[in-house]
């Protein structure tokens, strides 16, 4: 499958933005759709996951500020960033996985600048 995010972009502290990552095919397969980072210089880490039963799961740092949903009718999963800062500045990637057969696919990311 191939995935490609949207939304990135530039924005001042305290601002919003919303990521959304388009899928080319039917994403009701995956039992595991997520949202990763990595800023300069750091390992990729987990923001968001969001699981077939709708189960979510936060990072400590983006508790109450992000929003992860999927919309399986569209094929998207999408990331509402809320009260971002500077610390929030990375590339956000998404990620889906399929735990029977292990088929896991990453986009190619799309940056998110947060300025002081």
Same mark, same amino acid.
């Given at each position: ?11 001042? /502290? ?7 990552? /388009?899928?080319?095919?039917? #994403?009701? #397969? ?17 923001? /968001?996951? #969001? ?7 936060? /990072? ?39 735990? #029977? ?16």
């Amino acid at each position: 499958v191939q995935l490609v995010e949207s939304g990135g972009g530039l924005v001042q /502290a305290g601002g919003s933005l919303r990521l959304s990552c /388009a899928a080319s095919r039917s #994403i009701g #397969i995956f039992n595991r759709m997520g949202w990763y980072r990595q800023a300069p210089g750091k390992q990729r880490e987990l923001v /968001a996951v #969001i699981t077939s039963g709708d189960i979510t799961n936060y /990072a400590d740092s983006v508790k109450g500020r992000f929003t992860i949903s999927r919309d399986n009718a569209k094929n998207t999963v999408n990331l509402q960033m809320n009260s971002l800062k500077p610390e929030d500045t990375a590339v956000y990637y998404c990620n889906v996985f399929n735990l #029977i057969t292990h088929y896991d696919s990453w986009g190619q990311g799309t940056q998110v600048t947060v300025s002081s």
